[in-house]
């Protein structure tokens, strides 16, 4: 066997034995946003529902920049 065929080999097992890590660690670990979070999440859900319900397009971000230089203190 070559060198290269065994580092790919390595490589596939290594990478195997990380991703069964991810997924026995996402089933063991259980998360919950904190009411802080819920609360945010909250006025996010609001100012979406502001502003038509629709996410913004890049034309929509500029139109409310507010790094144009000395034109944003002005």
Do not use: C, P, R
């Not at 996402?26 to 996410?55: C, D, L, R, V, Y």
């Amino acid at each position: 066997m070559s060198t290269a065929l065994i580092g790919f080999i390595l490589f596939i097992v290594v990478a195997l034995v990380g991703w069964g890590i991810a997924e026995l660690k996402n089933k063991a670990i259980h998360f919950e946003h904190s009411e802080a979070e819920a609360e945010g999440e909250k006025e996010m859900e609001e100012h979406f529902m502001q502003h038509g319900g629709h996410e913004q397009d890049l034309k929509d971000l500029l139109k409310h920049n507010s790094t144009n230089g000395y034109n944003a203190v002005g």
